[in-house]
C-alpha cells in the first residue's frame, strides 16, 4: 500500500513533495486527488479524537461536505466540512469547537466549516441553495454515528418532499452561471470550474442524478464524461501546482505551460487546447440535455405553445417536445440531401435538434461526406438558409454535429482555434456564429442607436451575401502558414469553397470584396480624423458603392461586437455610424470642391474664429461656437474657461486658454490621474494665441456619476494645471499601475507615419502596452519636437493602446527628414 500524503508534502515546495514530482511527471490527477483527501481525513478525524471527542461523547459528527464529500481535494482547494450537532453547544463545547478548527488551519490545510443541527440540515434553505446541495455529497468521518445515521435514515424522505424545489432551484443557479459566461466554452482564457462545461457542469450532473433516481435524471442519452473528467481533474491540478494557490485560470501562459508538460492532450499549445474544448464541449452538451430534461413539468401556456409548434411537422421533420426529429432516420443514408433540408427547417423555425436526429447526423457522416465530395449545386438551398431568420442557430447546429466541416471542409481548420490576442474573448468559430448572431438580434430592437444600423439591414438585397461573408471573414486565420493577410487568406480560400457548390460568380466577388474589405471600417474608426476631407475620400475609394458600404457597416457591426461583450460600446457604436455617414456623403455628393463660408454675426466672433482652421466650422454647431465664444469672455478674466458635458455615454470637455509649452500633455495627463479614458481629442488655434482644445472622455468606473463632488475636482484640477499651478506627473503617481498581460502577449511597441492620410497634417500610429500616463508621455514627446497636435483618436484593446495623431508644424505636414527623430522619441515614451 502506498504511504499516504504526509503534511509536509502539503505545504512544501516540489523538491520534498513527492506527489507533486509523481504528478508533474505522469500527469495523474486522480492519484493526487485520493492521496489529498486521505490525508486531510486523517488529519480531521486525529483532531476530533483530540479536541473535541473528550467534551461530545455523542451528540456531534464531523462531515465531509462539497468537494471534500465527494474525495476532490486538489492541492489547494478549501477543506468544506460540517459539524452536525444534536444541541447547541455551550460554552466549553464552543472552546473546544475553536481549539479543533485551529488544530486543522495549524495542519496547512484552508477550511472552510459550519456547524448545523440536525433539522437545519433537513430543512430547504431558499437563499443558500449551496448548503442543501453541499450534503448530497456527505460524508462520515468521525464522532457520533448515530446522529449521522439519524440524517441519512431521514434525507430520503426530505428529499422527496423537496425534491421539485431542490432540481428547480439547482437548474435556476446553472443557467445563470451559465449567462455570466455568455453560455459558451469557447473563451481563450477559460475558469475551468466555473466556465460552461467546467468542473462545476460535472458536479451539477452529479446532484441531479441524486436529485432524481427517474429516467428523467441524466439524459438517457448519457455521453461518458469519464475520459473530459480526468482531463480537467488533471488540470487543475496543474493550475494549482503552479501557481501555489486555488487558481482556476486558463491563462496563455498556463496553456503553453501545460501543453509542454506533454500529459493529457496533444503537443502543442493551440492542438492541447482544441483537446480542452473537445473535453469540455462534451461536458456542456450533457448538462444542458440534463437540465432541460430536469427543469419541471411545462405551464399550460408553454404546453400550448408546443402543442403549436408540434403542427410545424412535416412529411420528413417532426417537432416532439421542443425537438426536431427524423420521420424516417434511414431515409438520410440513402438520400444526404436531406441533412440540407433538415437546418433549413431549423433555420426557418429556431428548432433545435433532438438528440437522436444528432446521432443519426453522427451516424450517416460518411455518407454525407461522400456527398458533398461531389460538389452538388448546393447555392440556391444555401442561399436560402443564409437568408432565414434563424440562420445563426441552424448553423450552430451544423457545427455542433460536424455537419458544417463536412460541407465546408475549410471551416475545420478554424474549429477551437485559439488566436492569442487577448483582446477578443472567443475562438475563432465562436467569434465567427456571434457576428451573425448579433445582426440577427438587430430585429426588432428598441434601442435608437441600434435602429440605425436595423434599417440598414432591411434595405439590403441579399442578405445572404452578408452573411456568407461573415461565415469565411475568418477562416483564413487557420491557415498558420500562409504568408498572407488573414483577409486575403479568408477571401482566397471563401471564393474556393463557394465554387464547390456552384455559387454564381458575381456571388463570389461580392462575398469576396466584403471579406478582403471587412477591417477597413472599424480601422477608420479608430485609425482616422472622420472630419478631414481626405478620409472621406479614402473610404469612398476603397468601399466602392453605396450597396458594398451598406455591407461593410453591418459586417463591420457584427464582427467588432462578437470581440467580446462589451466591445461594441456606445462610442464605437457612434463611430461606426459616423463612418457610414462620411463615406455616404463623398459617395453621394456631386463632384465639386467643398468650401464653408462663415459669416460672423459680430466683430467679436469673427475676432474669435479668425485663424481657426475652417474644419472648426465643420466639426462644431452654431450653438457650440456660440459657448466657446461666451466661454472666451471667462477665459480672458481668469485665464482659462472649461465647459464639461455628458453627451451619449461619455463625457465633452472644452478648455480655453492661452497657448504654452507642454499644455496638451498636461491636460491629457490630468484626466488621465482621474482614471478616465481618453477617446479623441482635438486642437484649435487662433490668430490671438487662444486655444481650444476639446476631449471626449468615458468614465469606466462611473466615479463622476455616481460621486457628484468628484465633477467638482476634476473642473478644480484641470483649471490649477491648465494655469501651471500643479505638476502632473504628481498626479498621475498616484494612479494604480494594471496588471502586466501575459509574457506571450506583451506588445512590442511601434510607430508608423502617413504623409498621404490628410491634405494638411502627417497622420502618426502608435501603437504600445497602455498605461497610465501614456498619452500624456506621447504628447510631450511630441512637444519637445516641436509638432502641433490637432486630433487625437484614441483606441485600447486591452492591454494594448492604438493611437492616431493627426500633428502639423507650422501648419504644414513634416518633411521626411523630421520623421526618424520623432519616432525615436516616441518611442523612448512609450517604454519608459
Not at 142 to 148: K, P, Q, R, T, V
Amino acid at each position: 500500500m502506498e504511504k499516504p500524503l504526509s503534511r509536509q508534502s502539503v505545504i512544501a515546495g516540489p523538491e520534498a513533495d513527492p506527489v507533486r514530482r509523481q504528478f508533474l511527471h505522469s500527469g495523474d490527477g486522480a492519484r493526487v486527488l485520493a492521496e489529498r483527501t486521505t490525508y486531510v481525513d486523517a488529519v480531521v478525524r486525529d483532531a476530533f479524537d483530540k479536541f473535541l471527542l473528550p467534551v461530545y461523547p455523542r451528540g456531534m459528527a464531523a462531515l465531509a461536505v462539497g468537494g471534500y464529500g465527494r474525495r476532490e481535494l486538489f492541492p489547494h482547494s478549501d477543506v468544506d466540512l460540517l459539524l452536525l450537532e444534536a444541541n447547541p453547544p455551550d460554552t466549553q463545547g464552543r472552546e473546544a469547537i475553536s481549539r479543533f478548527l485551529q488544530s486543522i488551519w495549524d495542519a496547512g490545510l484552508r477550511l472552510s466549516h459550519s456547524v448545523r443541527a440536525l433539522r437545519d440540515c433537513l430543512e430547504l434553505h431558499d437563499t443558500n441553495i449551496e448548503l442543501n446541495v453541499s450534503l448530497l455529497d456527505a460524508r462520515f468521518l468521525s464522532g457520533d454515528a448515530d446522529l449521522h445515521g439519524q440524517l441519512e435514515s431521514r434525507t430520503p424522505k426530505y428529499l422527496a418532499a423537496n425534491r421539485a424545489a431542490l432540481v428547480r432551484q439547482l437548474c435556476r443557479m446553472t443557467r445563470s452561471r451559465h449567462a455570466k459566461f455568455h453560455e459558451t466554452i469557447y473563451h481563450l482564457e477559460p475558469n475551468i470550474k466555473e466556465t460552461p462545461g467546467g468542473l462545476r457542469d460535472l458536479h451539477v450532473l452529479e446532484w441531479l442524478k441524486k436529485l432524481r433516481q427517474d429516467a428523467t435524471a441524466v439524459s438517457p442519452w448519457m455521453n461518458p464524461v469519464d475520459e473530459p473528467r480526468a482531463f480537467l481533474h488533471a488540470t487543475r491540478c496543474f493550475l494549482h501546482y503552479r501557481s501555489n494557490r486555488d487558481n482556476n485560470l486558463l491563462t496563455f501562459d498556463a496553456q503553453e505551460e501545460v501543453a509542454a508538460a506533454g500529459f493529457h492532450g496533444a503537443p502543442g499549445t493551440n492542438a492541447w487546447m482544441k483537446e480542452y474544448f473537445r473535453h469540455v464541449r462534451a461536458i456542456w452538451r450533457e448538462t444542458l440535455r440534463t437540465v432541460d430534461a430536469n427543469e419541471g413539468e411545462a405551464s399550460s401556456l408553454l404546453a400550448g405553445f408546443r402543442d403549436w409548434r408540434s403542427r410545424l411537422s412535416n412529411a420528413e421533420f417532426t417537432v416532439s417536445r421542443e425537438r426536431v426529429l427524423l420521420r424516417y432516420p434511414h431515409a438520410l443514408d440513402k438520400d444526404p440531401a436531406m441533412a440540407i433540408r433538415l437546418f433549413l427547417f431549423v433555420g426557418r423555425h429556431g428548432i433545435p435538434l433532438h438528440r437522436e436526429t444528432e446521432k443519426r447526423l453522427q451516424q450517416y457522416q460518411e455518407s454525407l461526406r461522400g456527398y458533398f465530395a461531389t460538389g452538388p449545386a448546393l447555392w440556391p438551398q444555401w442561399q436560402d438558409l443564409m437568408s432565414l431568420p434563424h440562420a445563426s442557430f441552424a448553423l450552430r447546429a451544423m457545427h455542433e454535429t460536424g455537419v458544417l466541416g463536412l460541407l465546408f471542409p475549410e471551416w475545420t481548420d478554424i474549429e477551437c482555434e485559439v488566436i492569442r490576442d487577448f483582446n477578443h474573448r472567443y475562438t475563432v468559430d465562436e467569434h465567427t456564429l456571434i457576428t451573425i448572431q448579433n445582426l440577427e438580434e438587430l430585429r426588432g430592437t428598441e434601442d435608437p442607436a441600434r435602429k440605425r444600423f436595423a434599417a440598414l439591414l432591411e434595405e439590403l438585397p441579399r442578405l445572404a451575401l452578408l452573411n456568407c461573408a461573415l461565415l469565411f471573414h475568418d477562416v483564413g486565420k487557420g491557415d498558420q502558414d500562409s504568408a498572407e493577410s488573414h483577409s486575403i487568406a479568408s477571401r482566397r480560400i471563401a471564393e474556393g469553397a463557394l465554387r464547390r457548390i456552384h455559387a454564381p460568380q458575381e456571388a463570389i466577388e461580392t462575398i469576396g470584396f466584403l471579406i478582403e474589405h471587412h477591417l477597413d471600417l472599424s480601422a477608420a474608426m479608430t485609425g482616422r480624423d472622420l472630419e478631414d476631407e481626405a478620409t472621406a475620400l479614402y473610404l469612398a475609394h476603397r468601399v466602392e458603392t453605396i450597396e458594398k458600404l451598406k455591407y461593410l457597416t453591418l459586417l463591420t457591426y457584427g464582427d467588432v461586437g462578437a470581440v467580446h461583450p462589451t466591445a461594441l460600446s456606445p462610442w464605437r457604436l457612434e463611430q461606426l455610424f459616423r463612418v457610414f455617414a462620411v463615406a455616404y456623403r463623398e459617395l453621394t455628393r456631386e463632384l465639386e470642391t467643398e468650401r464653408i463660408e462663415s459669416q460672423p454675426a459680430s466683430p467679436e466672433q469673427e475676432a474669435f474664429l479668425k485663424g481657426f482652421p475652417t474644419r472648426y466650422l465643420r466639426t462644431h454647431t452654431e450653438v457650440q461656437i456660440r459657448t466657446h465664444l461666451q466661454m472666451d469672455d471667462l477665459r480672458k478674466a481668469s485665464g482659462v474657461a472649461l465647459d464639461i458635458r455628458r453627451a451619449g455615454g461619455v463625457y465633452e470637455l472644452s478648455i480655453l486658454t492661452k497657448d504654452r509649452h507642454f499644455l496638451f500633455a498636461s491636460m491629457a495627463g490630468a484626466l488621465s490621474a482621474f482614471g478616465l479614458n481618453i477617446l479623441k481629442a482635438e486642437a484649435f488655434a487662433n490668430q490671438q494665441g487662444t486655444v481650444l482644445d476639446t476631449f471626449v472622455f468615458a468614465d469606466p468606473a462611473r466615479s463622476l456619476e455616481l460621486n457628484p463632488p468628484e465633477m467638482d475636482r476634476l473642473k478644480h484640477t484641470l483649471e490649477r494645471v491648465v494655469l501651471g499651478k500643479i505638476e502632473v506627473r504628481d498626479l498621475l503617481k498616484n494612479r494604480p499601475k494594471p496588471a502586466p498581460p501575459s509574457k506571450g502577449a506583451r506588445i512590442a511597441p511601434r510607430v508608423s507615419f502617413d504623409n498621404e492620410a490628410s491634405h494638411s497634417a502627417t497622420l502618426v500610429e502608435v501603437v504600445a502596452e497602455d498605461r497610465p500616463g501614456l498619452l500624456y508621455d506621447m504628447a510631450s514627446a511630441f512637444s519637445d519636437a516641436g509638432c502641433s497636435i490637432e486630433v487625437v483618436l484614441i483606441d485600447t484593446e486591452a492591454h494594448k493602446a492604438i493611437d492616431v495623431f493627426y500633428i502639423s508644424s507650422d501648419g504644414r505636414k513634416l518633411p521626411a527628414e523630421r520623421l526618424e527623430g520623432l519616432r525615436a522619441g516616441l518611442l523612448r515614451a512609450v517604454g519608459q
